[in-house]
């Protein structure tokens, strides 16, 4: 069955923009999470989605933000950048992002802020 | 502050070697798990260990969870090229069935050929 799938893979944004990134994720799976990955902090965890609600969220300012719709996509956006949100973000599904359930990441969306 | 420490951060061997790499906390886990992560790819979940001294073993790969449930180690034995990657270690410090992952900053493996 096809993976977790992140678009766009790489951009580039100047600061004071804003961008959204979007994920599909497996089919069936109904929970969503996002990272940021950067080499000096590592996975981050961004926020949680199950059934188009917000379960968890990490601890980022309010620019970054996310949904989830009725066919369990999501995106995140993040306005007004910065050049530190130059990052990997990842995105996870899993079924129902329960303990047990095995997480499957994308392939991240490279963004850079210059 | 990290509450998950990795070491060594960056690891360079011959293929052939055996390596060790540990994942070190002084918070208790429910589980952990291991993820590799390959050059522009997301991570790849590994291994889940859930007791505390369980022993689990992947192929060549040997994951031990401490009997604490703070701690754990990834022992790579006749390490090959295609074991290069980044390591991660995860715990969950979740209660019940809700999951809160706390991961560590990870360990650069490369094995040269």
């Known amino acids: 069955k096809a993976g977790v799938t992140q678009t766009p893979r790489y951009l580039i944004k100047t600061r004071g923009q804003q961008v959204t990134l979007s994920c599909s994720p497996i089919?069936?799976?109904?929970?969503v999470s996002w990272y940021q990955q950067t080499p000096g902090q590592g996975l981050q965890f961004l926020f949680e989605?199950?059934?188009?609600?917000?379960?968890n969220k990490g601890n980022f300012p309010g620019r970054f933000s996310g949904r989830q719709f009725s066919n369990s996509r999501s995106e995140m956006n993040v306005s007004t950048l910065e050049l530190g949100d130059s990052a990997l973000y990842l995105c996870?599904?899993?079924?129902?992002?329960?303990?047990?359930?095995?997480?499957?990441f994308g392939e991240g969306s490279w963004l850079t802020v210059v | 502050t990290q509450l998950l420490e990795q070491s060594p951060q960056f690891l360079s061997i011959q293929e052939g070697e055996n390596l060790t790499v540990y994942c070190n906390s002084s918070?208790?886990?429910?589980?952990l798990q291991w993820y590799r992560q390959e050059p522009g790819e997301g991570p790849v979940l590994l291994v889940t260990?859930?007791?505390g001294g369980e022993v689990k073993k992947l192929k060549r790969l040997t994951f031990q969870f401490g009997d604490a449930r703070k701690d754990s180690s990834l022992h790579i034995t006749a390490a090959q090229t295609g074991d290069t990657g980044l390591y991660l270690c995860?715990?969950?410090?979740?209660?019940?069935?809700?999951?809160?992952?706390?991961w560590g900053l990870g360990t650069s493996l490369a094995v040269n050929p």
């Open positions: 995860a715990g969950d410090r979740g209660a019940g069935n809700n999951r809160k992952l706390i």
């Open positions: 996870a599904s899993s079924l129902a992002g329960t303990a047990v359930d095995t997480i499957y």
């Open positions: 089919s069936g799976h109904r929970s």
């Open positions: 918070s208790v886990f429910s589980s």
């Open positions: 989605y199950f059934s188009e609600t917000q379960r």
């Open positions: 260990v859930v007791t």
